[in-house]
């Protein structure tokens, strides 16, 4: 699959999404405390239809960088810059219209699922708060339809069950289904695969991997793996303590790491791997 | 209390409910007189005329009974309609919203949930006169605000949960995400407080009644004991049949509203839900009886399981969550234990340490420790061995220290309760122990909030090591520290391993975790132990479909293996 991938020249793609001086503290309002701040100053870009792969330690700052950009998290300082407008000068209103193509997967494939909706209400979800089709219930009927055949779930068999009948590994499917019926440009997919088991994990990237291919979407891909992302990603930015602190093909980050956080991440993953 | 005992509850509610209905709508056309008319003569005791006898004005009780229920019903269901839906808004709003919003009306509860009822009542009545009004509206004053705080403090906990998350990511609104996920959320709360208050305010309105300040014009439940106290009735024998049968009507409302409120909170919160220990007792002394004779502990074997059955009821079956698993332990040695979610591998280390859930119980099968068989020792028995020489490891320990306890009070609170030691042995082998997991003695004071997640998962270690047990349990003690700190973890037990000997039970379903610290591994599936062998072995030269796949599934940083597993993945 990567030769696919790396066919289509990433670097003459336009920017999707650009990210500067973000910068964020958590606790005292203002931070007029000496709180450290949980971001502070990072600044990357996605580009069309680009997977890119954002690593680090737990604690490090990932999880709330993707939500900053899901719009589910307030931001201190930094700007955002989203198909040439910026997020964080307009009104929370207009930004839910702006950001209708940047959808979310979650971690918790149990906690992001609603227990009190079917698939299909679960699915259609995006379409009802986007006030699509409204009129139009068949049509939204058959775009779930449509989701859920992408994400390899048969319609017939899924749509009238509940979350909690599912397996971990289904119900990201579904929430994969979810993020792609308003045909994102962006999904942030934060460690999609981490509460999952080992053998499901690689069916997940697959199955995100192909989603990518036929419909152009980019994805901010959050890991504390970095062996997940070889073969996943098109680039890495490896984040510690707030900062980008080292970015490029997830090959030349694993055999060629330049800063200090980054060598140590790796002769982690490597005595892990001697067996 | 069992499942169906709850339910009876509920019925036997249902039942006194329907009886005080039945009084007040099908009443009016039972009894022949009007309540407030004098319809017989004063002080008449039961008869065929009046069934429950009169009063010193000669009206007929059971039809003042009547009018009482209506009253009661009334004022009891509106204020509580009232309160419930005040503090609903309220409290759904405050949560939400957090700030400013949330810090005003939560001062206002204060004040409210200060309020004397009593005064209260005497001051509106004095404004607005007595009346059913007033009664309500005092009611209403007194209750709404701790419907307020419960329905807010369940609101808070709802706001941050995934779903809610889910649904602001997709960009949904305000009023959207109030109306479609935290509403339908807290519902099943509501329902339950608004019967509690429902009985609440009956017993208000009865009280208030019966102090006088109800509506004079109006009768009540209330204002006939109120009558009967005032006018005398204690001085004949009137007070039978005018004192006692209204008491009932009220005692009978509010327990059946207690009762079906019992019912419904059960219902919501099914951890409320005792379990019945003794029975599950007794079904596993029958299971033991049945039990084929086990041999012996193996003589070199440290732990010896040997056909262990775990199983639990669900949905009139059984479920078999550790299905006939033998193995045993050698002193020394560290076993894997491998499996995805839903194995049975913890299910396996909480029977070890007879800290099953219940009711999920040991159906057959025997599990040696040194010689005796952990599942027939007494529960003072199992807790002696317990943290002593059996250490457990339970899952996420890291996050489960005590926060207002020090590293040394936590390590001393271990030592104390398994053996009598002075203050300075206590203080010695902290520090031993301490140097033991790599930990600074500088550390021994600090609190759990100060460690990062690897020296707090090093203070665990020490807490498992501290009584020098013969054998660990470790339930994944890598689970949720990243790359590095894990590898620091498993150097930190094969250290340990080597110099103390350890024998260890190590529990996880990273695979690589395990490859490389267990000297055997055991990979489990759906309750069943289905490859075992030397850990190297099975890594290099396992046939068995499952644990190829497992193995193959590792995402590797060397690009050769990779390839393989990746194209492995692609053919599928």
């Known amino acids: ?275 | 209390m069992s499942r169906i005992g709850s339910k009876m509850i509920g019925w036997l509610g249902a039942f006194l409910l329907a009886i005080v209905l039945l009084l007040a709508f099908v009443g009016p056309y039972l009894v022949p007189y009007d309540a407030s008319e004098q319809s017989g003569a004063p002080f008449q005791p039961p008869g065929k005329e009046h069934w429950l006898g009169t009063n010193d004005m000669g009206q007929d009780i059971l039809a003042e009974l009547v009018v009482g229920a209506r009253t009661s019903l009334t004022v009891g269901i509106v204020a509580a309609l009232l309160a419930t839906l005040i503090g609903t808004v309220v409290g759904l709003v405050s949560g939400y919203s957090g700030g400013f919003l949330d810090a005003f009306f939560m001062r206002i509860v204060d004040i409210c949930l200060t309020l004397p009822f009593l005064p209260l009542m005497i001051v509106i009545g004095v404004y607005i006169g007595p009346s059913l009004l007033t009664q309500v509206l005092v009611i209403t004053l007194v209750m709404w605000a701790g419907k307020a705080r419960k329905i807010r403090a369940q609101t808070l906990s709802f706001r941050t949960r995934g779903a809610v998350l889910a649904a602001r990511s997709m960009g949904a609104g305000h009023f959207y995400i109030l109306r479609k996920h935290i509403f339908p959320s807290i519902l099943p709360l509501v329902i339950p407080q608004f019967v509690q208050a429902v009985n609440v305010s009956i017993l208000m309105e009865s009280s208030l009644s019966f102090l006088g300040m109800g509506d004079p014009l109006s009768k009540s439940w209330g204002s006939i004991l109120f009558y009967a106290n005032s006018r005398s009735a204690f001085l004949t024998e009137a007070w039978m049949w005018w004192v006692i049968p209204p008491g009932l009507c009220i005692v009978m409302t509010v327990l059946a509203f207690s009762l079906i409120g019992y019912y419904l909170e059960e219902r919501v919160n099914p951890r409320l839900r005792a379990y019945q220990a003794p029975a599950a007792k007794r079904d596993r002394r029958l299971a033991q009886e049945k039990l084929a004779a086990v041999k012996p502990a193996a003589a070199d074997a440290l732990l010896d399981v040997q056909n262990l059955t775990v199983q639990y009821p669900k949905d009139g079956g059984t479920v078999r969550a550790v299905d006939a698993v033998s193995f045993a332990l050698r002193k020394g040695e560290v076993l894997g234990l491998v499996g995805e979610s839903g194995s049975g591998k913890s299910t396996i280390a909480s029977a070890v340490m007879q800290l099953l859930k219940p009711p999920a119980l040991v159906s057959q099968g025997a599990i040696y420790f040194a010689g005796s068989d952990l599942t027939q020792l007494s529960s003072e028995e199992v807790r002696r061995l317990r943290g002593n020489r059996i250490a457990w490891i339970p899952q996420a320990a890291m996050n489960a220290l005590n926060p207002v306890m020090n590293v040394r009070e936590q390590l001393a609170e271990a030592l104390r309760s398994h053996q009598s030691m002075s203050k300075d042995e206590i203080a010695e082998r902290i520090d031993e122990v301490l140097a033991q997991v790599g930990l600074a003695s500088r550390w021994a004071a600090a609190f759990p909030h100060e460690l990062s997640g690897g020296m707090r998962q090093r203070v665990v270690i020490a807490m498992a090591l501290v009584n020098k047990p013969d054998l660990i349990i470790a339930d994944e003690p890598t689970t949720g520290l990243d790359v590095m700190v894990q590898v620091e973890i498993i150097k930190l037990l094969k250290n340990l391993q080597r110099t103390l000997g350890l024998s260890m039970v190590f529990i996880s379903h990273d695979l690589p975790v395990v490859l490389s610290l267990a000297d055997r591994t055991l990979i489990m599936n759906q309750g069943k132990i289905v490859d075992q062998g030397n850990t190297l072995a099975l890594a290099k030269t396992s046939t068995h479909p499952y644990t190829r796949r497992l193995i193959d599934s590792i995402p590797r940083l060397t690009p050769a293996l990779e390839q393989r597993s990746l194209q492995g993945q692609g053919q599928r």
């Open chain 1, 1 to 275: 699959m990567g030769v696919h991938k790396q066919e289509r020249d990433t670097m003459q793609q336009k920017v999707l999404l650009q990210v500067s001086g973000l910068y964020k503290t958590y606790g005292s309002k203002g931070a007029s405390r000496q709180a450290a701040p949980v971001i502070d100053g990072a600044s990357f870009s996605i580009r069309q239809t680009e997977t890119v792969g954002l690593v680090g330690a737990s604690g490090a700052g990932k999880s709330t960088i993707g939500r900053i950009i899901a719009g589910i998290e307030q931001v201190d300082k930094g700007k955002l810059i989203y198909q040439g407008q910026d997020l964080l000068a307009m009104k929370a209103k207009e930004r839910r219209a702006a950001t209708r193509s940047i959808q979310m997967v979650f971690q918790d494939p149990y906690e992001s699922l609603s227990s009190r909706m079917t698939i299909e209400q679960l699915v259609a979800e995006p379409l009802v708060i986007a006030r699509l089709h409204k009129n139009d219930p068949a049509k939204r009927t058959e775009l779930v339809r449509e989701a859920l055949r992408e994400v390899a779930l048969s319609p017939e068999r899924y749509m009238h069950r509940y979350a909690h009948e599912l397996s971990g590994g289904e119900r990201q499917r579904v929430g994969l289904a979810r993020a792609f019926i308003t045909r994102p440009q962006l999904i942030v997919a934060d460690e999609p695969t981490s509460m999952l088991d080992t053998s499901l994990r690689l069916d997940l990237l697959g199955l995100m991997r192909e989603l990518s291919q036929r419909h152009e979407i980019a994805y901010l891909f959050i890991t504390h793996d970095l062996a997940l992302t070889r073969g996943f990603c098109d680039r890495l930015l490896v984040l510690n303590q707030g900062q980008i602190v080292e970015t490029g093909t997830p090959e030349e980050v694993t055999e060629n790491p330049q800063h200090p956080f980054t060598l140590r991440l790796i002769e982690a993953l490597r005595e892990l791997d001697q067996f």
